[in-house]
């Protein structure tokens, strides 16, 4: 059983950044998968970054691509997400997850694992 634990979600302004961390536990870090989801209010939870095991591939939602960058640090058990030029439209819950599968990178349910998921608020 994998373990996941989020923050640095907040309130920033239009074009600010924030990072948002995700600690794992209870588990071996290195062989899953870990993406980021998000859900802002009245819509469906979507796909935003993901990386393999080892960070050998990256997959971002275009709607982030250019302004967010996921990373992870096996050594650490951690995965982040930096959030550049976020935009009120970024405004959401944040959820880390973790998958044991490559395949459907960008579908929530090939995640096994999820976080409690920070809030983040962008104002314009």
């Known amino acids: 059983q994998v373990q996941l634990v989020e923050s640095g979600g907040g309130l920033v302004q239009a074009g600010g950044s924030l990072r948002l961390s995700c600690a794992a536990s209870?588990?071996?870090?290195?062989?899953?998968?870990m993406g980021w989801f998000r859900q802002a209010p009245g819509k469906e939870r979507e796909f935003v970054a993901a990386?393999?095991?080892?960070?050998?591939?990256?997959y971002s939602a275009d709607s982030v691509k250019g302004r967010f960058t996921i990373s992870r640090d096996n050594a650490k058990n951690t995965v982040r997400m930096q959030m550049n030029s976020l935009k009120p439209g970024d405004t959401a819950v944040y959820y880390c997850?973790?998958?044991?599968?490559?395949?459907?990178?960008?579908?929530?349910?090939?995640?096994?694992?999820w976080g409690q998921g920070p809030q983040v608020a962008v104002s314009s």
């Open positions: 990386i393999t095991w080892s960070g050998g591939s990256i």
């Open positions: 997850a973790a998958s044991s599968r490559v395949v459907g990178v960008a579908i929530t349910k090939e995640y096994n694992y």
């Open positions: 209870g588990g071996t870090f290195s062989r899953y998968v």
